[in-house]
């Protein structure tokens, strides 16, 4: 595996992240800094903020971001009412958009049909469902400007085209059944492994910006292992499986930050990124990786069960 990370199935560079700017909108100071910290822990080099749409529109005219991401219900002017006046640009000249084709990223917690498509009409290009995980935020950038949407200017729509074309050498989980088994299985691990990799990387570096583990750094860390956990499970690696159901078991127990030992996580990001290293690992060797982490947790949780008992 490569040593320089990449996004998550992507080509992706650290430079092409360094060269970013993203003006980030919410009004929710606590999931404001988090995306802010996100975006900062994987290298992306400026990020800009604003508490709402209007506030937003000022930095749009003196950053000139290549992406941004809003929340969508704010006071002043929403997310949605500046996608739109974003969009409208393209047609009415405004000197506070420089760029009416710029990416909108929605982040949300609405996950009904029809919100997303009144996002969809105002203009909304991608969305990232609130709880989200460092690679869901990622992952979005790489989709904007990999695999960019063509830009629609027409009487009765106005932002970036609605339709996406289908990857005809898609590799991943839901792969054509013509696929040579042993290829798509070999190309679905190691998008997988990667995937992973990135995302424990992401998680790391938040962790260390925010100064240490918090309760919204605790509950990212706790969906990146259910992620990591399905992720495994999709393509059989058990070790990996087990290892991060082991940070969920301690994480459960403790109940909070406060009663969590950093160095527990640690040792469980550790084992599973030199699992995740190895290409063909000892099976006995993974199985007593294993086997350490689930002694730790038992540990700490009965030494837990003695404090509060």
């Given at each position: 595996m490569s040593s320089q990370r990449l996004l998550p199935s992507s080509n992706l560079t650290p430079d092409d992240l360094s060269g970013l700017k993203i003006l980030v909108v919410d009004d929710h100071s606590n999931t404001l800094r988090l995306i802010t910290d996100v975006l900062r822990a994987g290298g992306v080099g400026e990020v800009y903020t604003a508490v709402d749409g209007q506030r937003a529109r000022e930095l749009l005219r003196h950053r000139c971001p290549h992406i941004i991401f809003t929340d969508s219900a704010m006071p002043v002017m929403d997310g949605l009412e500046l996608v739109r006046s974003i969009r409208?640009?393209?047609?009415?000249?405004?000197?506070?958009?420089?760029?009416?084709e710029v990416p909108v990223v929605m982040v949300t917690g609405q996950r009904s049909e029809r919100d997303v498509q009144i996002a969809r009409l105002a203009g909304v290009n991608e969305f990232v469902i609130k709880p989200f995980t460092p690679a869901a935020l990622l992952s979005r950038i790489q989709l904007v400007l990999r695999k960019p949407r063509h830009f629609i200017i027409s009487e009765a729509y106005v932002g970036p085209d609605r339709r996406r074309k289908v990857e005809l050498n898609y590799s991943g989980p839901l792969r054509r059944t013509c696929d040579p088994e042993e290829v798509a299985d070999e190309v679905e691990r190691e998008v997988a492994r990667e995937t992973i990799s990135v995302e424990l990387e992401a998680m790391r570096r938040l962790i260390a910006a925010r100064g240490g583990m918090?309760?919204?750094?605790?509950?990212?860390?706790?969906?990146?292992?259910q992620h990591t956990t399905f992720r495994a499970r999709q393509v059989r690696d058990k070790t990996v499986e087990r290892a991060s159901q082991s940070l969920i078991a301690y994480v459960d127990a403790m109940g909070g930050p406060d009663a969590c030992d950093p160095a527990v996580i640690e040792i469980h990001f550790d084992a599973i990124r030199n699992l995740l290293g190895q290409i063909e690992m000892d099976p006995v060797e993974a199985d007593r990786i294993a086997r350490n982490l689930e002694a730790v947790v038992t540990r700490?949780?009965?030494?837990?069960?003695?404090?509060?008992?």
């Open positions: 409208r640009a393209a047609i009415y000249p405004d000197p506070l958009v420089p760029n009416p918090d309760r919204a750094t605790l509950q990212m860390t706790y969906r990146v292992m700490k949780s009965a030494r837990r069960l003695v404090a509060i008992g």
